[in-house]
């Protein structure tokens, strides 16, 4: 997303050069000389490019529509709920898993034209539109990150781009928790989808509880890596 050769591609291009040379540990707050909405406008399409590029990678259109099969989702699938943008064509729907991954990022790409919610090409102020756009955009590329992370992940290190996914999702999920371009409740979905395991169900210890003999339950303790994200939650 973006034009090479715009202003707006080089003003993006010297605050990203600026983000590098912070290091990874200092790359959260925008550089002296940066404007915040710039800052977020780089790490908001970067966010996008690094998801589509692994997405593509991956392969993981034709696997995640491989496991759904021919047939249109039912209640029981996996769906996720679809809060259609003004300019959809279609109406609020439950979209099989794919084809949210599909239209977010059909959806993104349209946004990026959109002077409503992006600035011009060749500069000028960030319209009042871009921070909800950037909320929006930012709810729909975590819940693919979610998905990607539980039902792909395999076939991301499989084309070996384990790392990079990790070191693109934490870069995503600091900026968007630090701009609050993202919820506590989405923080938390994040959290349990990325350190989870497939098939299996995080619980409360309440929760446990109440299901002892029903079902069988394992202490999983302290998940390295998991203490990134924040403190734990119930």
Not at 36 to 47: Q, R
Not at 106 to 133: I, K, L, W, Y
Not at 176 to 191: D, P, S, T
Request: charged share 25%.
């Amino acid at each position: 997303v973006g034009s090479r050769g715009s202003l707006r591609a080089a003003r993006r291009a010297g605050a990203a050069a600026r983000r590098r040379a912070l290091g990874p540990d200092n790359a959260v707050e925008a550089p002296a000389g940066c404007e915040e909405d710039l800052w977020i406008d780089i790490h908001v399409v970067e966010a996008f490019n690094d998801l589509h590029a692994l997405w593509e990678q991956g392969g993981l259109d034709e696997k995640c529509r491989a496991k759904l099969g021919a047939n249109p989702p039912t209640a029981g699938d996996r769906t996720y709920a679809w809060d259609a943008d003004s300019d959809d064509d279609g109406e609020d729907t439950d979209l099989a898993a794919a084809d949210y991954v599909a239209r977010t990022f059909e959806s993104f790409t349209r946004a990026s034209r959109d002077r409503a919610v992006f600035p011009d090409e060749d500069g000028g102020s960030f319209p009042a539109g871009f921070r909800p756009g950037a909320r929006k955009a930012c709810g729909r590329l975590l819940r693919c990150w979610m998905h990607l992370y539980h039902n792909h992940f395999t076939a991301v290190s499989e084309v070996g781009r384990a790392d990079a996914a990790n070191a693109c999702f934490k870069r995503f999920l600091t900026i968007a928790l630090r701009y609050e371009l993202v919820g506590e409740a989405m923080e938390l979905a994040a959290a349990l989808c990325r350190f989870g395991v497939p098939g299996e169900v995080h619980v409360s210890s309440s929760t446990r509880g109440l299901v002892v003999g029903a079902f069988a339950a394992e202490e999983r303790g302290a998940v390295e890596g998991a203490a990134e994200l924040g403190p734990a939650q119930p």
